[in-house]
C-alpha cells in the first residue's frame, strides 16, 4: 500500500493519499457509530412508534428532536435485525 501524505502541489491545490482518505473513511464510520446510541427514552419511542406507523422512519425521526429518518432507520436494523429476531425463538 502507497504510504503518501497530503501534499501541495505548485498551485496550492491539495494531494490526498489513500492512506489518508482511510483516516477519513473511519473517523466517518466512528461518528456514525457514536450516533447509533439512543437513550432508553428514545428506544421506548421508536418502539412505540413503530408498533403505529412500521418503517415510516421520518414520521418516528419528527418525534424525536436532532434525530434524521436514516438515523432512526440504521438503529432500528442494526438493534432487530432479522436474525437477531429469528435466533432468539
Do not use: H
Amino acid at each position: 500500500m502507497a504510504d503518501w501524505n497530503r501534499s501541495s502541489t505548485s498551485d496550492n491545490a491539495s494531494v490526498v493519499s489513500p492512506d489518508s482518505t482511510r483516516v477519513v473513511a473511519l473517523e466517518t464510520t466512528n461518528e456514525e457509530t457514536s450516533k447509533l446510541e439512543f437513550s432508553e427514552d428514545e428506544e421506548m419511542l421508536i418502539a412505540k412508534m413503530f408498533s403505529l406507523v412500521r418503517e415510516r422512519w421520518s414520521l418516528i425521526a419528527g418525534r424525536i428532536p436532532g434525530r434524521n429518518a436514516d438515523e432512526i432507520e440504521k438503529y432500528w436494523k442494526s438493534k432487530y435485525s432479522k436474525s437477531q429476531i429469528l435466533g432468539s425463538m
